[in-house]
Structures are given as C-alpha cells and as structure tokens.
C-alpha cells in the first residue's frame, strides 16, 4: 500500500480494492484514538485510477492532471474580480502544474484586453 498526504488530506493506493475496504476502520479507528479526529462519511471513496482521483483541487489520472472544475470556477472569478498581477503569477504558476496550457492561454488573452481597455 502507498499514500499521499498533504496536511489533513490523504490519498491511499493499493492494487487490491479489498485492502483498501478493510483499512477504513484501522484508520478511523486510529485517527480518533490517537489524533482525534474523524473521516468524514462524505469523502471516502475507492475508486480506479483510470477514473482519476480528485486530491488537492486537481483530478490526478496515471498519466496527467486536470483542474476541478470548482477549483477552476472559483478560480477564474476571482481572478475577474481583482485583475491584481501578482494573483493572476500565483494562478498561473499553480496551473503549470497540470495540462492546462489551453486555460492559461484563455486566461491571459482575456487579462490582456482588460489591461488593454
């Protein structure tokens, strides 16, 4: 078994989806006894990796990524509401991380007519 974990969020992988349906109570049990916290009933999922996994704004598939659309939306509205240059670095630098050069090209013809006007 492997795992991904980026501060509260984890992603577990394993060939062998029985595996992963009987850790679900080890972990649970472990993350209240010792940490105190809890899974929560609407985010587990076992799923393929053909069909992507969804960790950290992204959908992650064996050979590629794409933005969530939420992450997208909310993305592209805040960058409509303050065109601020810095934000605009940020955003684009996080999307150089996945194949997204089409939405990036959308984003800066669009920042450049704003600019422009």
């Avoid at 972990?27 to 587990?44: A, C, M, R, T, Y």
């Avoid at 064996?62 to 592209?76: C, E, I, N, S």
């Avoid at 991380?97 to 600019?115: D, M, W």
Wanted: glycine fraction near 4%; charge should be positive.
């Amino acid at each position: 078994k492997d795992y991904i974990r980026y501060a509260d969020d984890f992603v577990l992988l394993s060939r062998e989806k029985a595996s992963l349906i009987n850790l679900i109570p080890e972990i649970q049990q472990f993350l209240e006894n010792k940490l105190g916290l809890s899974l929560h009933p609407d985010k587990v999922f076992i799923k393929t990796l053909a069909s992507g996994v969804d960790f950290l704004g992204w959908a992650h598939f064996p050979d590629h990524r794409v933005l969530r659309t939420t992450t997208k939306r909310r993305m592209l509205k805040r960058i409509a509401e303050s065109p601020i240059p810095e934000t605009l670095q940020s955003y684009m630098g996080l999307l150089k991380h996945g194949n997204t050069n089409k939405l990036r090209a959308e984003i800066l013809h669009s920042q450049k007519l704003e600019f422009q006007q």
